[in-house]
């Protein structure tokens, strides 16, 4: 299918296991209209792909376009990919979707051209072409939440390794012996680093008898601590919680300052809802650069993303405005 070049703008979307997010976008990264709706992952490559298409009508009308004014759709979506031909090789919580060509179905039920990539590598593709990145040479991103997920880019152009999921920085090994990763590994960054490790991390520590304002935040139910009670225990003090975020701190700034000695970039971002705590950003940019090669962290910046939850969005944006897959 052909790009309709007499348009005006594009559609981001962000496919998720829960919802889709999908946005006009025009060419400075300004969304006119945004909508969401549930994906229904659940159920097969046909209801999602309808949500798909409903959430891209919606997004057009709350826009006050036409669908003549749309020139193409780029979307994020996990696991991996062969993007040019759009078939999906393997996506988690995506019922039937692995071996499928999700470009027909879209084709015919939008009338629009379709670019996809890997959900980490196209939301730092957005953070490269509409946020902290526009400068940038080199530039590799951490997104910190559930998972680890990672991006590159280089020269402008997405990295993706020959099936389009590449780099998977957040399934590195730092610790041989480490706890057991959802890859089935052991040690990777994202066992140790993840949402659920902070939280569990924490917890242990209240867990064996130690005091900490944790305990009241969570009512005394250790299994309810979240990211966001940990950073707050710990603007205030609170021994436990600082000590949870200097460990693992400690943990991302090794991985960062791998990502440092690997692909020396001018830029390396950290986005994700985990990587909004202040003392937690600090930690890593002190082991960042203590670890790091002496000549080559001299040549790198440590920036947190400008584009927060609509990065998944905006690089979806980014593909289709420069004819790119991720």
């Not at 997405?158 to 730092?174: D, Q, R, W």
């Not at 021994?239 to 692909?263: K, M, P, Q, R």
């Not at 830029?267 to 000549?295: C, P, Q, Y």
Request: glycine letters at 12%; hydrophobic letters at 35%.
């Amino acid at each position: 299918m052909e790009r309709n070049e007499s348009g005006k703008y594009v559609i981001g979307v962000d496919l998720g296991g829960t919802t889709v997010s999908c946005a006009v976008v025009d060419k400075e990264g300004h969304m006119l209209s945004r909508e969401e709706l549930p994906s229904l992952a659940e159920k097969g490559i046909e209801v999602t792909t309808d949500q798909i298409s409903f959430c891209i009508s919606k997004a057009i009308d709350s826009a006050n376009c036409t669908r003549e004014d749309i020139i193409a759709c780029g979307m994020g979506a996990p696991g991996l990919h062969e993007p040019k031909e759009g078939v999906v090789l393997w996506s988690p919580n995506f019922n039937g979707w692995d071996g499928a060509n999700v470009y027909q179905p879209l084709n015919k039920k939008t009338g629009y051209k379709f670019y996809m990539g890997n959900d980490a590598n196209v939301a730092t593709y957005g953070e490269y072409f509409f946020g902290v990145g526009k400068n940038s040479k080199v530039m590799v991103m951490f997104t910190l939440g559930t998972g680890i997920g990672s991006g590159l880019i280089v020269n402008g152009k997405p990295y993706n390794g020959v099936f389009g999921a590449s780099p998977e920085l957040g399934h590195t090994i730092i610790m041989a012996d480490g706890p057991r990763c959802g890859c089935g590994r052991r040690g990777c960054v994202e066992s140790l680093c993840s949402r659920d490790a902070i939280c569990n991390r924490c917890a242990s520590k209240i867990g064996s008898g130690r005091k900490s304002l944790i305990y009241e935040m969570c009512e005394g139910n250790l299994q309810n601590i979240t990211p966001k009670m940990i950073s707050t225990a710990a603007e205030n003090n609170d021994l436990v919680s600082i000590e949870t975020l200097e460990e693992i701190g400690h943990l991302l700034g090794i991985t960062c300052a791998n990502a440092i000695n690997t692909f020396n970039p001018d830029l390396l971002v950290l986005g994700g809802g985990v990587s909004r705590s202040d003392i937690l950003f600090e930690f890593i940019k002190k082991t960042t650069f203590e670890v790091a090669n002496d000549t080559l962290k001299q040549y790198c910046e440590i920036k947190r993303s400008e584009l927060g939850n609509d990065a998944g969005i905006l690089g979806g944006a980014a593909l289709a405005w420069n004819d790119n897959y991720a």
